[in-house]
């Protein structure tokens, strides 16, 4: 048999292997919602306008909700020899209403139509993930809320450098995901034209009305130029990049979450629910989703990679290769989904050990910043020379293996004459906390104020 759709200049099938290279719709199947959104907005427009008759129009409109019902309760059957997703509806149309299905085709091209399809599916796909990102913010203010006074060491080079907030630490995600939600927005409001009526890349002869299809898919207006239409893949690669970039700061708090649940950490437990056993080592309660989190970021780099390596020698207008935009695609943006969910799960779920994360707070000497501080406040030192003065003092504690606050007002004297009792006052790493008032810094009240007014925000 030969093509269906053009069968007029061939005579003969093609090869088998042509047909396995060439076939999309083993991943293209996910586009049908939208292909029949596209196909019913695009038919009411060729009634509209006269260039098919509103009796063709409505048969071509009922055959395509009696489709979407088959394939929304699986009764479709995909084939490959019919290619893609887009002749496979529309063979399947013709099969339910006879010839008038051959209309539908009128003044719009596969080049055009696979362009509006995924569109929809990655500004679908964007809201989606917008949602899933304030959930994890949610999640992660409300914890900060919780833990707003929780002390934990920060770090620099993974070394306990400063005492931090619990709250402050989480909130410093919330903040990295409302950038990514700013970025996916921006990516949605690049993405919003409508290409269809674009044609196979020249436009058409045909008195179609792009501006109502535009609006009736919920586009801000029609794409201005045919081949850019049909030949650019810019919005899903912007996509992609927002995405990646999200994953990216959902891999570092799986990292930070993978350390804090080892027994040398401490810091948070996460339930069984979120655990896993080892099948040999009965001990073992392992993070196997905050890994795995972690690990996915890499095939969602990859489609990025993929698809930037895919476009960039393309001639305009539409080539074949484009056809290996998707599968990269959907497996990243569904990637991100299952991280986001399985991340926000975690959050909720974790908990921190209070007692434990407050001991390592003050381990290595983490209020040396303060003492520094206390010497420039206090006897009015250079703050250079108040380093110097404190590397001395943490010297010494150092020697004797003991903290800051250990060391007698005697021994301190020693270093500097001028030190009196109140430095003791800032020693201490709850004292440090509360010190740290300059805006955005990790005092408990601007946890506290923070996280509340993040709350307040993702409420609306
Ligand atoms: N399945 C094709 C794709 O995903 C649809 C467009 C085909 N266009 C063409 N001129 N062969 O890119």
Redesign the pocket.
């Known amino acids: 048999m030969s093509n269906k759709m053009w069968g007029g200049r061939f005579a003969s099938a093609p090869d088998r292997v042509m047909e396995e290279i060439n076939a999309?719709i083993g991943f293209?199947y996910k586009l049908a919602l939208q292909d029949i959104e596209g196909s019913k907005a695009h038919v009411s427009m060729l009634a509209a306008t006269g260039i098919v008759p509103v009796a063709d129009a409505e048969a071509i409109a009922a055959g395509l909700d009696e489709i979407r019902r088959e394939i929304e309760t699986e009764k479709f059957t995909f084939s490959r020899a019919l290619?893609?997703?887009?002749m496979n509806i529309e063979a399947r149309l013709s099969e339910l209403i006879g010839p008038a299905a051959g209309r539908l085709h009128t003044a719009r091209?596969?080049?055009d139509?696979?362009a509006l399809d995924?569109r929809l599916y990655t500004r679908d796909t964007i809201d989606t993930l917008d949602l899933q990102l304030r959930d994890l913010q949610q999640a992660l203010a409300e914890k900060a809320l919780a833990h707003a006074g929780t002390i934990m060491p920060g770090f620099t080079h993974l070394q306990v450098a400063q005492p931090v907030t619990f709250g402050h630490h989480l909130l410093a995600y919330v903040e990295m995901l409302s950038r990514d939600r700013g970025r996916l927005a921006d990516a949605r409001a690049r993405l919003n034209e409508c290409p269809l009526g674009a044609a196979?890349l020249a436009g058409t002869s045909f008195p179609i009305d792009r501006f109502a299809t535009a609006k009736a898919l919920g586009f801000e207006k029609p794409t201005g130029n045919s081949l850019d239409s049909v030949a650019d893949r810019d919005f899903v690669l912007e996509t992609l990049a927002a995405a990646s970039i999200a994953a990216v700061h959902l891999s570092r708090l799986a990292e930070e979450i993978v350390l804090w649940v080892t027994p040398q950490f401490g810091f948070v437990a996460l339930s069984d629910k979120f655990t896993t056993g080892s099948s040999i080592m009965p001990q073992k309660r392992n993070p196997d989703a905050a890994e795995l989190v972690r690990g996915k970021t890499g095939r969602i780099f990859g489609a990025l990679n993929a698809l930037l390596v895919v476009m960039k020698g393309l001639p305009l207008a539409?080539s074949?290769d484009?056809?290996e935009?998707?599968e990269g695609t959907f497996d990243a943006l569904q990637s991100l989904s299952l991280c986001l969910a399985a991340m926000t799960g975690m959050v909720r779920d974790l908990e921190p050990d209070v007692a434990r994360m407050k001991a390592a707070a003050g381990s290595g000497f983490s209020t040396a910043t303060d003492l520094a501080d206390w010497l420039v406040r206090t006897l009015k030192l250079p703050f250079r020379e108040a380093h110097h003065v404190t590397g001395r003092l943490v010297a010494r504690a150092a020697e004797k293996t003991v903290g800051l606050e250990d060391l007698s007002l005697a021994e301190m004297r020693d270093v500097e004459p001028r030190i009196d009792e109140s430095i003791y006052t800032v020693l201490g790493v709850e004292n440090s906390v509360a010190s740290r008032t300059s805006f955005g810094g990790t005092a408990p009240e601007n946890v506290r104020a923070q996280a509340q007014g993040w709350l307040d925000r993702l409420e609306k």
């Open positions: 999309s293209d290619e893609d997703i887009h091209s596969r080049n139509q696979v995924f196979a539409y074949k484009m056809q935009d998707k």
